[in-house]
């Protein structure tokens, strides 16, 4: 399991970090007695700094050298491209201990609870409660291996049957899960021998623009003809 460092406690402060930086604050990290203004260029490269040491430590994207760190907008893209609202959603629950059957962060979740939870959290797309029923969900497409992007969902086959088990993307060729009885949700590595043999399919939510188009364009289901009843003589 991934652990935070001391100055970042939880998900919450790096989406505070994230509102400094897209605000382009003057406002300087400070204590409460020793309270600076900081010249608007310099705390922007601070923030994108710290930003860019938070992915760098969970993984989710390659060390960059700080002089190189853009305090601009295209940081800000590669931030939100790589960690998706759904991965920082998902994120949230990292240490949630595990339970079967679970569905919320205040019991427990088993696998499948758990991403049912975060898909319906981050997309408002409600996920059947099965991990073999997710696999077959509408409004899921299948992704191949090589093409998974953070906010996939991966499936696994532990019990020795397909789609047993499901996770979410994060990037990186990790992924975050809620794993068995004892554990906890965590991130591991798809490349890690245990995983890497089981893997066997991965899934994305199509956009709520493609679903809305698909729903329309399906056919109406056909009109029950009701048949008068014949006429006794």
């Not at 899921?140 to 789609?163: M, S, Y």
């Not at 965590?186 to 729903?215: C, I, L, Q």
């Not at 048949?227 to 006794?232: D, H, I």
Request: glycine share 8%; aromatic share 8%.
């Amino acid at each position: 399991m991934l652990k935070l460092p001391p100055s970042f406690s939880g998900l919450a402060q790096f989406g505070a970090v994230c509102l400094v930086f897209a605000a382009s604050t003057s406002v300087a990290l400070a204590s409460p007695v020793d309270y600076a203004p900081m010249p608007p260029t310099v705390a922007a490269s601070a923030a994108a700094d710290a930003v860019n040491r938070f992915l760098v430590e969970k993984g989710l994207v390659s060390a960059v050298p700080a002089a190189t760190v853009p305090p601009g907008p295209g940081f800000v893209r590669q931030v939100r491209d790589t960690a998706s609202d759904m991965v920082l959603t998902a994120m949230n629950f990292l240490g949630v201990r595990y339970k079967r059957g679970g569905n919320d962060a205040d019991t427990g979740f088993d696998c499948s609870g758990f991403t049912r939870q975060v898909f319906e959290t981050s997309l408002g797309l409600v996920l059947p409660r099965r991990a073999d029923e997710q696999a077959k969900a509408a409004g899921l497409v299948a992704v191949k291996k090589d093409e998974l992007q953070p906010g996939d969902l991966v499936f696994f086959n532990t019990l020795r049957r397909t789609f047993s088990h499901v996770g979410i993307y994060v990037g990186e060729g990790k992924f975050i899960h809620a794993p068995k009885p004892g554990g906890e949700v965590r991130v591991e590595s798809m490349n890690f021998a245990y995983w890497a043999k089981r893997f066997t399919g991965a899934r994305r939510a199509e956009p709520a623009m493609d679903r809305a188009t698909a729903n329309a364009q399906a056919p109406a289901p056909a009109m029950l003809q009701t048949v008068a009843p014949p006429t006794l003589r």
